[in-house]
C-alpha cells in the first residue's frame, strides 16, 4: 500500500511517498529527493556506510520514525543518473544522461577483463545538469523517469 506523508527532511506534504508492505516500509520524497527504509535503524546504519562520504555527510535522523534518510542515487541504466554532488554546505542534484562513445574515443572505454572489447555507451557526467536541492523532480522530469502526476513513464 502507498500513501503520502509529510516529509521529515523538507516537510513538503505532496510528494513523499510511503510503500507499506506486511514487514517493510520503503519512503521516497520527490521534492527533497531524500530516501529511506524501516531497516536504516542506528542498529543498521553500518550496513549503508560503502556509500560517498557526501551522502553520509546529508544524512538526517527521523525522530518519529527512529530511521535515517539519504539523498538518493537512482541509476536508471540507459537513461542516466541522478545524485548529489558537492559538500554539505553547498550541493546539488546532478542528472547524466547516457552517450554513445564516439569510434575514434572507444580505446579509452576498454570493457575489463574482455581483451579486444569496448564499451560503446558511457555517463556523461562532464555535461550533467544541475539541479537545486529541492528541484529533485524536475531532474526526474528531465531524465524522462515521472511526468507531472509523479506517475512512472512508460
Not at 36 to 41: E, F, I, K, M
Not at 88 to 109: F, G, H, N, T
Not at 120 to 148: H, P
Amino acid at each position: 500500500m502507498e500513501r503520502v506523508i509529510t516529509c521529515p527532511i523538507c516537510d513538503d506534504k505532496d510528494r513523499c511517498f510511503e510503500d507499506v508492505q506486511e514487514t517493510f516500509s520503503s519512503f521516497m520524497c520527490f521534492n527533497c529527493g531524500f530516501m529511506s527504509n524501516s531497516n536504516y535503524t542506528d542498529e543498521n546504519v553500518d550496513k549503508i556506510e560503502h556509500t560517498s562520504r557526501l551522502i553520509n555527510e546529508l544524512s538526517r535522523f527521523d525522530d518519529e520514525r527512529k530511521i535515517h534518510w539519504y539523498p538518493s542515487v537512482v541509476n536508471m541504466g540507459k537513461l542516466g543518473i541522478i545524485f548529489p554532488d558537492g559538500s554539505p554546505s553547498d550541493w546539488v542534484w546532478k542528472m547524466a544522461r547516457v552517450v554513445k562513445i564516439d569510434e575514434s574515443e572507444k580505446e579509452s572505454y576498454p570493457i575489463f577483463g574482455k581483451e579486444g572489447e569496448y564499451y560503446t555507451e558511457r555517463l556523461d557526467i562532464d555535461n550533467a545538469m544541475d539541479f537545486g536541492q529541492f528541484e529533485f523532480l524536475s531532474a526526474c522530469k528531465a531524465m524522462g523517469i515521472v511526468n507531472d502526476s509523479l506517475k512512472p513513464q512508460k
